[in-house]
T-cell receptor
């Protein structure tokens, strides 16, 4: 998909800091979005999801923000921990375009103690 | 239920050989998906089933690839005459009929073609 220049392939933070990972999605018809965390050698692990009729959703230490105007999604992780180190992917589903998740470019988060 | 299971976890094969992978989805899920992931990239959709029916296939799925879900439960993905370019992580996921819920991935099968 197109990038609006907000995506960073890597992000390094200190333990305890808040992390913000950005994603630009490609299809204005997308109506469901998921953030996944993927550790080395493992499959993607569901973190949080959001539907297009919402602009914010909160979970435990994580918040997802959706800006449909600029087709931008962000994942905020509060009080980042070393165990949060992984690659993070956003994924979208377009209601009228089949059922496949379309993944964005991943961001590698490195948390140092 | 322990989630989506994939077998084997790792497979090394010689170029030209056939390989088959298995996926056991979450039991209540009627939709099953196959994805492929190469190093440094996000997963790419290959195909999906609703119950026994294979409803969608990506153009990434060449003629050497075939997937089945004979009883609407587990699925197999076979690659014939493997090539070095087939080396990747093959991921399986499953979800409810309402596809916008419970989209869960397995740990994948890492294929290395030598």
């Amino acid at each position: 998909g197109e990038s609006v220049g907000l995506h960073l392939p890597t992000l390094s933070v200190q333990e305890g800091d808040n992390s913000i990972i950005n994603c630009a999605y490609s299809n204005s018809a997308s109506d469901y979005f998921i953030w996944y965390k993927q550790e080395s050698g493992k499959g993607p692990q569901f973190i949080i999801d959001i539907r297009s009729n919402m602009d914010k959703r909160q979970g435990q230490r994580v918040t997802v923000l959706l800006n449909k105007t600029v087709k931008h999604l962000s994942l905020q992780i509060a009080a980042t921990q070393p165990g949060d180190s992984a690659v993070y992917f956003c994924a979208e589903i377009a209601n009228q375009a089949g059922t496949a998740l379309i993944f964005g470019k991943g961001t590698t988060l490195s948390v140092s103690s | 239920d322990t989630g989506v299971s994939q077998d084997p976890r790792h497979k090394i094969t010689k170029r030209g050989q056939n390989v088959t992978f298995r996926c056991d989805p979450i039991s209540e899920h009627n939709r099953l998906y196959w994805y492929r992931q190469t190093l440094g990239q996000g997963p790419e959709f290959l195909t999906y089933f609703q119950n026994e029916a294979q409803l969608e296939k990506s153009r990434l799925l060449s003629d050497r690839f075939s997937a089945e879900r004979p009883k609407g439960s587990f699925s197999t993905l076979e690659i014939q005459r493997t090539e070095q370019g087939d080396s990747a992580m093959y991921l399986c996921a499953s979800s409810w009929t309402d596809r916008n819920y419970g989209y869960t991935f397995g740990s994948g099968t890492r294929l290395t073609v030598v």
